[in-house]
């Protein structure tokens, strides 16, 4: 019911920033709640932000509140990720997920969409 196609990872240096976008398909990309995940080789998945349907309503993992920024341009059917003063332990592949209902937003359970993975690496 929607694609998602996640973009801007790349290799960036301790206490840079990389913008990561998520490009999703169909009309309906306003009703979704969305989110991003992250994934470290051999680690968990891991929430990282999530954003209601209109953007007012954000969370994040403590770790990266004041560093990281999440916004959507639900007419351009797009969710971005700001990630500033990036750390070596930000290091992993960073997902978008799109969920229908906020009843579980920040674990992975809660989303049945997902984008294939942009790889982020960042260097001491």
């Known amino acids: 019911q929607v694609q998602l196609v996640e973009s801007g990872g790349g290799l960036v240096q301790a206490g840079g920033s990389l913008r990561l976008s998520c490009a999703a398909s169909g009309r309906t990309f306003s009703r979704y709640y969305m989110g991003w995940f992250r994934q470290a080789p051999g680690k968990e998945r891991e929430f990282v932000v999530s954003?209601?349907?209109?953007?007012?309503?954000?969370d994040s993992l403590d770790s990266v509140k004041g560093r990281f920024t999440v916004f959507r341009d639900n007419a351009r059917n797009t969710v971005d990720l700001q990630m500033n003063n990036l750390e070596p332990e930000d290091t992993a592949v960073y997902y978008c997920?799109?969920?229908?209902?906020?009843?579980?937003?920040?674990?992975?359970?809660?989303?049945?969409?997902w984008g294939q993975g942009t790889q982020v690496t960042v260097s001491s």
């Open positions: 954003i209601g349907r209109s953007g007012a309503r954000i």
């Open positions: 997920a799109a969920a229908v209902t906020n009843a579980v937003l920040t674990t992975a359970r809660g989303y049945q969409y």
